[in-house]
């Protein structure tokens, strides 16, 4: 393989970085506030008669003994670096005894297969629609759909979602209008199940391939008819290339490579943006989970759920960095 | 006179850039002028009944709550326009200050700031703003305070742009010129690089104000920041929370969601043009 | 029809670019012919339509070009009406170019072996795997690369090893006629030299006929048979390469001539005082006649046409229409 190991070394300290600081603000951000959110937790529940799961004073002494007042800082800090270098995430607070890690683990399977998905479609339809609509050879009419893609790749996915909701689950009552798979269905491997969460997932995947198609289009428009200038493109034609190959072999190969740096780039705001749209969905990923720990104050599972979304970035990242250099031969020797 | 005729004329080559002027002047009027047409308080819950579709009294209906969505229109464009600005300016700022030390002073200082820059990129800012608006609880802060909290993370865009620019526009004859005629570092920067990066500042300004729109709306449709204020995010909000639309009342949504389209549209025409007027594309799509 | 043995014979060939500030001529009534093996030169400042005319004969003018009119024939078939298809076919096999720009003229994502081969498979010449192989080898050795070459990618080659690669590229096929558009321009002195040399050489292996473009007379007068020097889209001149240097024609040849470094007459060719018009509207008079220090009245009135004025010497200019007529 091409991989210079200082390539692979930096990109490696990267991922390291960005997971450290995950881990970092994550400590910091809430010791800046004056609120302890156990306790807050603790007096709401004793204030309304609350029932307290067993177990959950000991947690919380737990604790209390790690992050207490009573240790210097640097210790509680070095005592939850460890904890989340061995991703122990600790207890949900309004799931006790639940932990982080199992309520993350039931929902992030939904997020992954929703992200991918839809990923992936709409980088490879966005992308080959772009070419197609700068191809000289193509026909003119595609131009006319330069214009709803480009209001389109301005519009954040949630807002499409809401609008979808509306016409598709609401009006027309084709679709459902929100959750992972009907009630009453008992999740399993059955054909049944499968359809049943196929449909509702259809309209939370069209928000984000709808909404993200066209940014995609409009950023390889604008490489291909780059591209298209290039002097190797005239010599390629003046081989007598067949018009398939001057076009995928040679402008959309080209093309490609700065559309997959933006990919890479691009993950943070494609995952912020489907956090919205499970939330507006209700679908049970790892949005829906996010927005339900905000509304219930659940301190524990907001953080953990934040680290684990910045890790999985830094990992997707990474993959992409190192996929990279297959495409692109010139990478390694720089 | 003649100077207008010169932007007009530019504008027509340019029709992007022209569009968005065009929906933020639209926008700005809208609220300049719905400010003088209503009153304020109108956009508070209980102003006016509830739950009414758009009529010739409340031209936009009213939500669920008995706010007037045209007085919510105006303040909450305002508003979230302003939060975005905001944020926007002072993330330029810094990023404008870090990229220039940066790519000036090169060294160490140069190496921290751009791995601090790519690894904050990598990080989604909703999320860390997530975990400091649910920390800092809802009543701490108000807009100000929330457009200062998106500022902490609207620089890095900026500083990347400013600092490549800023390098490479340092190897160009015009500064190497000034250089050699014995002009300052400070004097260059004002005289030679400011001007050539305009266009660049304008594009950053850009960008970091529809980062800041878009994680303040995110935010506000989580249910964290101020909800008292009626944003426009705030209103989305309310629009999920309170199910308008299995009420049938599609208009409280139409209405927030019409805005916020026009709003991002207009950001995406304004950089697609500031970006034409940077790099003037040669060659042209026929 | 052609059956006087030309392998290649323009005639009157128009091409324009209709753009926004307007219609460009860029070649006006262009004629001229190759006879097979020939190498002749083409002359003339940037912007003269040089390109353009190379891009025609390959049936590569786009819009906002277009052929006004002219016939191209190559051997017995007219190019200009030929559909895309088969103009296709054309290209790279029949008539062949090496760019002007070898730097970016490689696809930087694939291999130079992929680069060859892809032109015989699109081609359909119904060889095997192991025949193209041998045929990548040939064609890097004629060129003078290593055949490790056909492994490596363009970054890994300096600029005469790509530009080697092209020309590999553009003889792979056997072609009769290969234009070479300043194939040297972007090259340093000595790599220019053993570029063109190498040319040479293959061209008489080949038997091919070369039309080479540049704006470097003295290099350009040791590899050709004749001349042809354009102004402003047109020919005015067009002779052998020891006609034109010892009794230039066309007073815009004979500025050319004068000034080159007096040094065996060999140098670069820099222009000579005045502006080149803009080609923007079609010519009614001597397309030289503002910048010529011969002109006579009729110069402002009517076109010249490029005639033989001295066997096998041929002008395009109103002093030599008087013996003529
Ligand atoms: N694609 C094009 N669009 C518009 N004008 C062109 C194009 N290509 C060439 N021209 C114009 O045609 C004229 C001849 O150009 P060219 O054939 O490239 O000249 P040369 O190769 O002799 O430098 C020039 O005036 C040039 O501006
Ligand atoms: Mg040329």
New interface residues.
């Given amino acids: 393989m091409r991989y210079p190991p200082a390539f692979v070394l930096k990109r490696l300290i990267l991922l390291l970085m960005i997971v450290w600081t995950a881990a970092t603000l994550n400590f910091f951000i809430p010791k800046l506030t004056p609120r302890n959110p156990l306790r807050e937790k603790l007096l709401e529940d004793a204030s309304r008669g609350g029932y307290i799961p067993p177990g959950f004073n000991e947690m919380v002494q737990g604790y209390e003994k790690k992050f207490g007042l009573d240790q210097p800082v640097w210790k509680q800090y070095l005592t939850y670096m460890g904890d989340m270098a061995r991703f122990d995430l600790g207890y949900s607070i309004s799931n006790f005894p639940k932990t982080v890690g199992e309520l993350i683990g039931e929902a992030i399977p939904w997020t992954i297969g929703l992200l991918t998905v839809t990923t992936a479609l709409a980088f490879l339809i966005g992308t080959l629609l772009g070419a197609l609509i700068a191809w000289s050879r193509s026909p003119s009419w595609l131009n006319y759909l330069v214009a709803p893609l480009l209001t389109l790749s301005a519009i954040p996915f949630y807002l499409l979602a809401l609008i979808l909701i509306y016409f598709v689950a609401f009006q027309w009552k084709l679709l459902p209008l929100g959750g992972g798979y009907s009630f009453g269905i008992v999740p399993s491997f059955s054909a049944a199940f499968i359809f049943d969460v196929m449909k509702h997932a259809i309209l939370p995947a069209l928000s984000i391939i709808l909404a993200s198609t066209g940014g995609w289009a409009i950023g390889m428009r604008g490489m291909m008819v780059t591209v298209q200038g290039e002097d190797y493109m005239t010599f390629a034609e003046a081989k007598g290339l067949k018009p398939r190959r001057l076009f995928f072999r040679y402008a959309v190969r080209n093309a490609l490579l700065p559309q997959v740096t933006g990919l890479a780039l691009s993950l943070s705001f494609i995952v912020s943006g489907s956090v919205l749209v499970e939330l507006v969905f209700g679908f049970p990923g790892i949005g829906t989970l996010l927005a339900r720990s905000v509304g219930q104050l659940d301190y524990f599972l907001i953080y953990g759920i934040v680290f684990i979304i910045i890790v999985a970035i830094g990992v997707a990242m990474f993959i992409m960095d190192m996929i990279y250099p297959l495409l692109d031969p010139r990478i390694s020797y720089e | 006179m003649d100077r207008l005729q010169g932007v007009l004329r530019y504008i027509r080559r340019n029709p992007a850039l022209g569009a968005g002027i065009g929906i933020l002047l639209f926008l700005i009027l809208f609220s300049v002028i719905g400010s003088f047409i209503t009153n304020p308080q109108d956009a508070y819950p209980l102003a006016a009944p509830a739950s009414k579709p758009p009529s010739a009294e409340f031209i936009f209906g009213t939500d669920g709550q008995g706010r007037d969505l045209f007085a919510v229109a105006v303040a909450g464009t305002w508003l979230t326009i302003r939060i975005g600005l905001i944020a926007g300016v002072i993330g330029v700022t810094i990023g404008t200050v870090l990229g220039f030390t940066s790519a000036f002073y090169g060294g160490w200082f140069d190496i921290v700031v751009r791995?601090v820059v790519?690894?904050?990129?990598?990080?989604?800012?909703?999320?860390?703003l997530?975990?400091?608006a649910?920390?800092?609880?809802d009543k701490?802060v108000d807009i100000n305070g929330m457009a200062l909290i998106i500022a902490m993370l609207a620089w890095m865009g900026p500083t990347r742009t400013i600092r490549s620019q800023v390098l490479s526009m340092r190897e160009r004859p015009y500064v190497m010129m000034a250089r050699l005629n014995g002009m300052s570092g400070l004097s260059i920067i004002f005289r030679e690089l400011i001007p050539n990066l305009l266009p660049y500042l304008g594009a950053s300004l850009v960008g970091s104000t529809n980062g800041a729109i878009?994680a303040s709306?995110?935010l506000a449709?989580?249910?964290?920041g101020p909800l008292r204020d009626p944003t426009l995010g705030v209103t989305?909000y309310w629009?999920?929370n309170q199910g308008a639309?299995?009420r049938g009342m599609?208009w409280w949504?139409a209405v927030p969601?019409s805005i916020?389209?026009l709003i991002?549209?207009m950001?995406?025409?304004i950089s697609?043009g500031l970006d034409e007027l940077a790099n003037p594309?040669?060659?042209?799509?026929? | 029809m052609n059956d006087n043995g030309y392998v290649l014979r323009v005639e009157n060939l128009d091409v324009q670019y209709h753009t926004d500030a307007g219609t460009v001529y860029a070649n006006s009534q262009v004629s001229f012919n190759l006879k097979p093996g020939e190498r002749l030169g083409l002359v003339g400042e940037s912007g003269s339509g040089k390109s353009t005319l190379a891009l025609a004969i390959l049936g590569m003018i786009k819009p906002p070009g277009r052929i006004g009119g002219g016939e191209i024939w190559l051997e017995n078939t007219d190019l200009v009406k030929l559909p895309e298809e088969a103009i296709r076919q054309v290209r790279g096999r029949q008539v062949s170019m090496i760019p002007q720009g070898a730097m970016n003229s490689l696809n930087p994502v694939a291999r130079i072996k992929d680069q060859l081969i892809d032109g015989m498979i699109d081609h359909e010449l119904g060889l095997s795997r192991s025949e193209m192989n041998r045929m990548v080898r040939e064609a890097l050795e004629a060129v003078e690369l290593d055949p490790q070459v056909a492994q490596m990618y363009p970054h890994e080659l300096s600029g005469g090893m790509k530009q080697r690669a092209c020309i590999a590229i553009a003889i792979a096929m056997n072609p009769k006629v290969i234009i070479a558009d300043e194939p040297t321009s972007a090259l340093d002195v000595v790599t220019q030299r053993q570029v063109m040399q190498t040319i040479g050489h293959l061209q008489a292996q080949l038997g091919s006929a070369v039309i080479l473009i540049g704006h470097d007379m003295g290099l350009m007068a040791q590899f050709v048979d004749r001349i042809a020097v354009m102004y402003a889209g047109k020919l005015v001149e067009l002779g052998s390469v020891k006609d034109t240097f010892t009794h230039p024609m066309h007073p815009y040849t004979q500025m050319l001539i004068s000034s080159l470094p007096r040094l065996e007459n060999k140098g670069t060719f820099n222009g000579i005082p005045g502006i080149t018009p803009l080609l923007r509207e079609i010519p009614t008079d001597c397309v030289f006649n503002s910048r010529c220090p011969q002109a006579i009245p009729i110069c402002m009135q009517r076109v010249p046409k490029l005639l033989e004025h001295r066997p096998n010497q041929w002008a395009a200019c109103h002093l030599y229409q008087s013996e003529e007529n």
């Fill in positions: 791995w790519d690894v904050l990129l990598t990080v989604p800012g909703l999320l860390v997530i975990v400091i649910s920390s800092l609880g701490a878009f709306i995110g449709a989580l249910g964290l989305i629009v999920m639309f299995v599609w949504a969601i916020i389209v991002f549209v950001l995406f025409l697609a594309r040669v060659r042209r799509t026929v």
